[in-house]
């Protein structure tokens, strides 16, 4: 699930302008998968309000998560062992770790409920290929 769920946030954020952006703002590149799925245009700015939030609760846990690490590494790398302090690093730790699923998943139930289950299927195909390294490039537009 979370490879689908990084494909589906690849393919909508860059297929999506930001919800005040004119359509044409959007590179001609990277709009190619919402036009395949067929995105209304107030899906498109749904959607684009969905990964706004989204990023900006990833944006802070992920900085949680790095600091709580690099802190647990300089405790675990001093000469003298401080237990507490290691514990509630890797507690914060831990906690930004699991933040982090919890704001995918959201994420997921909320582009669900925005696409329909044409759309949505449409969008798993996309990413499921053989290879699973991602979607193949946009067709060339005439």
């Known amino acids: ?3 689908l769920f990084v494909a589906v946030l ?5 297929s999506l302008p930001p919800a005040q952006a004119e359509p044409r703002d959007m ?4 709009d190619g998968i919402a036009d395949q799925l067929g995105l209304s245009g107030d899906q498109r700015r749904v959607v684009a309000d969905l990964l706004y939030q989204y990023s900006m609760k990833r944006i802070d846990l992920q900085a949680a ?8 590494k300089r405790l675990l790398s001093a000469q003298t062992l ?3 302090a290691v514990r509630a690093a890797l ?3 831990t906690r930004a770790e699991t933040g982090l699923r919890q704001i ?11 696409l329909s289950y044409e759309q949505w299927t449409e969008l798993e195909s996309l990413y499921l290929r053989e290879d699973r390294r991602g979607p193949p490039p946009p067709e060339p537009r005439p």
């Open 82 to 84: 401080d237990e507490k």
């Open 10 to 14: 690849a393919v909508l954020a860059l």
């Open 104 to 114: 995918r998943v959201e994420l997921m139930i909320s582009l669900r409920k925005v």
């Open 65 to 72: 998560r790095d600091r709580s690490g690099l802190e647990l």
């Open 91 to 93: 507690d914060t730790l």
């Open 27 to 30: 590179p001609e590149q990277m």
């Open 1 to 3: 699930m979370n490879r």
